[in-house]
């Protein structure tokens, strides 16, 4: 069930990359490509409308064209005193220290699986607001997007 | 990385929708005896899992988002009932299933909607007040669900023959909670009152809409 959706996904997100490129700015992934070392970017990422106003799910992807792993290791907002990493195993959802990106690979949050929590929201993010997000990495650059808030049940089409 | 992901995700849904799925990959093993009396094996994620034996409703009795108590049996008796443990901090699925079918409610007509009650039963009773949940239920489009809460172990001895995994979250040395729960959608049917359907956290607010005209009437969908 993973093969055809697979690539249709990757260009979806792509797409969404696309969207938030002018955000990437900060990207530190690019100049060209020793083997050696993570190549990272971010796509696809959302904030689904949370449905009371102290906390929110984030989602991203980050995509690394890089021979190396990286390490997510924390995430910053203006929108939230605290951002953590979760992941879920199983039925068992728990907090990390870090997620990873594997080399020519890709660290994809979504419903379900790993996700970031944002906790102590100044306000109730709605739908079409664009909320910052600022992503730091063990060994590349820090990367700050703009993500958009979407309805509750959203789903990346895939 | 990316069938890893999957193959997560849809455990999470439950290790439920992953034995009709064809079960690629295994749940908790202690999910495996409840995998069991699933029926078919060609469920489409998102799709109702229809039980080849149906189970009882379970005699639950809690209190409300009002403070008034509610008898679960009583209250919902020859009605469609739709029961969900979850919590409220809980950002990512437990908000996703609430919203998806409060988005679908609201498409039945209103007299099918009249009928068909709407349940959320938290797992986490220490941190969700009365107040808290109904703040919760009304912000994705539930004013008209029940909120229910109450003491922790008759909460989970209600889920535990449903098959629904229910643990109180956990705090760990570093502060942070571990929760630990599944996140199926019991379905009940008007004609017995007893739970004939399960939806996971893969099925869309369409998909529910599609289902509820018939779950309403008692039929399979």
Redesign the interface.
């Known amino acids: ?2 093969g055809p959706a ?1 690539g249709a996904r990757r260009t979806a997100a792509a797409a969404l990359g696309l969207a938030l490129a002018a955000a990437l700015a900060g990207c530190g992934g690019g100049g060209g490509g020793g083997d050696d070392r993570p190549e990272l970017s971010v796509s696809g990422a959302y904030v ?1 409308q ?3 106003p102290d ?3 984030g989602y991203v992807t980050v995509t690394n064209k890089g021979g190396a792993a990286d390490r997510l290791t924390s995430v910053t907002t203006p929108l939230a005193a605290e951002v ?1 990493m ?1 992941t ?8 990390v220290a870090s997620l990873k990106v ?1 080399a020519d ?2 660290l ?1 949050l ?6 970031l ?2 906790t102590n929201l100044t306000h109730k993010p709605k739908v079409g607001d664009k909320v910052s997000l600022t992503l730091h990495f063990a060994s590349s650059d820090p990367i700050e997007i703009k993500v958009p808030v979407e ?3 959203y ?1 990346p089409k895939d | 990385m990316r069938t890893t992901y999957l193959g997560a995700a849809l455990v999470t849904a439950a290790a439920l929708t992953l034995t009709a799925c064809g079960g690629s990959g295994g749940g908790d093993g202690d999910k495996a005896e409840q995998a069991a009396e699933v029926s078919g094996g060609n469920t489409k994620p998102g799709h109702a899992i229809v039980l080849d034996r149906p189970k009882a409703k379970p005699d639950l009795v809690l209190t409300d988002t009002d403070g008034k108590k509610y008898d679960l049996v009583k209250e919902t008796k020859g009605r469609p009932t739709l029961v969900y443990f979850g919590y409220t901090y809980c950002p990512d699925v437990c908000s996703l299933v609430m919203s998806n079918i409060g988005i679908a409610e609201k498409k039945l007509p209103k007299a099918e909607r009249d009928k068909l009650q709407v349940v959320f039963v938290t797992t986490d009773p220490a941190r969700d007040t009365p107040k808290r949940m109904r703040s919760w239920l009304d912000g994705q489009g539930g004013k008209d669900f029940v909120g229910l809460t109450g003491d922790f172990d008759t909460i989970q001895a209600a889920a535990r023959p449903l098959g629904i995994l229910v643990e109180k979250p956990k705090k760990e040395k570093d502060g942070s909670i571990t929760v630990n729960h599944g996140a199926e959608v019991v379905g009940f049917s008007p004609k017995d009152d007893k739970n004939h359907w399960i939806y996971t956290t893969e099925t869309t607010a369409d998909q529910y809409a599609k289902d509820l005209p018939k779950l309403v009437k008692g039929q399979n969908p």
């Open positions: 069930m993973t697979a689904p949370p449905p009371t906390m929110a799910a953590t979760h879920t195993i199983g039925t068992r959802m728990k907090r594997p690979g890709e994809r979504a419903t379900g699986g790993d996700h929590m944002l309805p509750t049940t789903r």
